[in-house]
């Protein structure tokens, strides 16, 4: 008998680092530091481990690991 894959939530796909920008901007609550695509590479450039779907992002695997680490590391705050 054959399983059928699950459906994923979109917060599981995996999407460019783009995307996840303006997703993770758009959705973050207020107060909490902005995120930018140079701290977003340098953020991956420090976590390689992180990212074990080379050069994709999902806000399941990374959002709040980019919240915590943001405010130490220069994100905008609003």
Not at 10 to 28: E, P
Not at 53 to 75: F, V
């Amino acid at each position: 008998m054959k399983v059928s894959p699950k459906k994923l939530d979109a917060s599981q796909v995996q999407i460019s680092l783009s995307d996840f920008l303006k997703s993770y901007n758009k959705t973050i609550p207020q107060g909490f530091p902005h995120a930018s695509a140079t701290l977003l590479k340098k953020f991956k450039d420090e976590h390689t481990s992180f990212f074990k779907h080379g050069e994709s992002w999902s806000l399941d695997e990374h959002r709040k690991k980019i919240m915590d680490w943001l405010p130490l590391n220069g994100g905008v705050s609003e």
